[in-house]
């Protein structure tokens, strides 16, 4: 998705047609190449990460030249990656006024009302321009607004699809995740990535799926850092005719809709100021809905560990609750020469996964007849040391990891990658001397 949305320059669909000057009007042909010249370095700027450059001039060509779609395309991608959620929202809007074909545009202003917390709007942007957008990033942005469910329908058929590529494979992947479905997610996922690298990328898409705000996955996905945002400068609003109704009494023009029209030539600061103050007064009135999102529990290896020893202690039902009982495990009877692992946890080092093992088989101590096992995994530029015991068939496996849940643990159920003895039982024993 982050090569559609930021990738390629994009000051190719123009609207000139719409701007009207004569041959003899030198003063519009001087405008014209002075926007040409400011849209040309606006992106050389953003090619090179200059964003505070890219953004200044993309707005100078865009004040020159108010109806060029391609020029507002420009700055809305400046703003974008500047991380100005609310400015790139308000001019992809205006892109899609000017040329309501542009996918990109439509894309672009899904994500960034999901950055805004606006979900309802992106689902609303994304039906309306369906047929524009990529099935691949059709459905993952669909995920990202709150509807994982309708993402898994659409990208599910696009992968079985012939000519699938390994992005709508990993693009339902994650959906998966966003649904709490981590056994498919993983399934999925597998298609294309190694068992080494497997766990690492979940261990990612955990953390991609509890964010803390709401600018989070769209910033993560499109690698880009949000900054505090108070929309773009007022005259650079486009003022479009919109066809008016006839109607018996007069339209009431709000102060919100006097604050956003272009200032005169003539306009003091102090003039323009108090337009952006009422502008800002009207706006904060408006609430949005709750965001439905799908939330469902995450598998243990994909529970980031502190720094200190994990307390597995069961959770007390609160005053009046009722409990359902849980049915006794079924006794667990090993055979070797599996491939099929439990996973109990991910732990920051080998010290923590020893206090974990400890914690874990005076919670269920079936499992203290079992060795641990472990091995180092690298996430997010740091290890974690994953520990596990294995040597089951997959019914094996799966009964063990039900009777340690049934205890109150959380596991999750994987194929051989790399485990090894754990690294505390492989310390040499001295032997005292006679």
């Not at 059709?138 to 390994?166: C, E, F, H, V």
């Not at 998966?176 to 497997?198: K, T």
């Not at 609003?237 to 102060?255: F, G, K, M």
């Not at 090993?334 to 439990?342: K, L």
Request: glycine share 8%.
């Amino acid at each position: 998705m982050s090569a559609l949305v930021l990738g390629g320059t994009v000051v190719g669909c123009t609207g000139t047609a719409d701007r009207i000057a004569s041959a003899s009007d030198r003063s519009a042909a001087q405008s014209d190449k002075a926007a040409a010249r400011d849209a040309d370095k606006a992106a050389r700027a953003l090619a090179k990460r200059d964003l505070p450059t890219a953004v200044r001039m993309a707005e100078g060509a865009v004040a020159l030249a108010p109806r060029d779609a391609g020029y507002r395309m420009l700055l809305g991608q400046s703003y974008l990656q500047a991380g100005r959620f609310t400015s790139a929202r308000d001019t992809f809007a205006d892109v899609l006024q000017l040329y309501p074909a542009n996918g990109k545009a439509a894309l672009n202003l899904a994500l960034t009302q999901i950055a805004t917390g606006d979900w309802s709007a992106a689902q609303t942007t994304l039906n309306a321009n369906a047929a524009a957008i990529p099935v691949g990033d059709l459905g993952l942005a669909t995920a990202l607004a709150g509807n994982p469910a309708k993402a898994i329908d659409m990208l599910n058929a696009a992968a079985r699809a012939p000519g699938a590529t390994a992005k709508v494979r990993q693009n339902l992947a994650l959906s998966y995740a966003l649904a709490g479905q981590w056994s498919m997610a993983r399934v999925a996922a597998a298609a294309d990535m190694s068992a080494a690298d497997l766990d690492a990328r979940l261990e990612q898409w955990a953390a991609f799926a509890q964010p803390k705000a709401a600018s989070d996955q769209v910033a993560s996905l499109l690698g880009v850092t949000p900054v505090a945002d108070g929309g773009r400068p007022v005259a650079l609003a486009l003022n479009a005719a919109v066809p008016v109704t006839p109607v018996q009494e007069a339209p009431v023009r709000t102060a919100a809709a006097e604050a956003v029209a272009a200032p005169t030539p003539v306009e003091t600061p102090e003039a323009q100021f108090a337009k952006v103050e009422l502008a800002k007064a009207e706006l904060s009135k408006v609430t949005f809905g709750p965001r439905n999102a799908v939330v469902q529990p995450l598998p243990a290896v994909l529970i980031r560990a502190d720094a200190t020893p994990t307390k597995l202690a069961l959770a007390r039902p609160a005053a009046g609750h009722v409990v359902q009982a849980v049915p006794a495990a079924k006794p667990f009877v090993r055979t070797t020469g599996g491939d099929w692992y439990v996973q109990i946890g991910a732990f920051s080092n080998v010290a923590v996964a020893k206090s974990g093992w400890n914690s874990a088989t005076r919670r269920f101590a079936a499992l203290s007849g079992h060795q641990p096992t472990g091995t180092m995994v690298a996430v997010a530029q740091k290890s974690l040391y994953r520990l596990s015991v294995g040597g089951f068939s997959r019914d094996q496996a799966d009964q063990m990891c039900r009777a340690y849940r049934a205890k109150g643990g959380a596991c999750f159920v994987r194929r051989e990658a790399g485990d090894r003895m754990a690294q505390w039982l492989r310390t040499p024993v001295q032997m005292a001397s006679r």
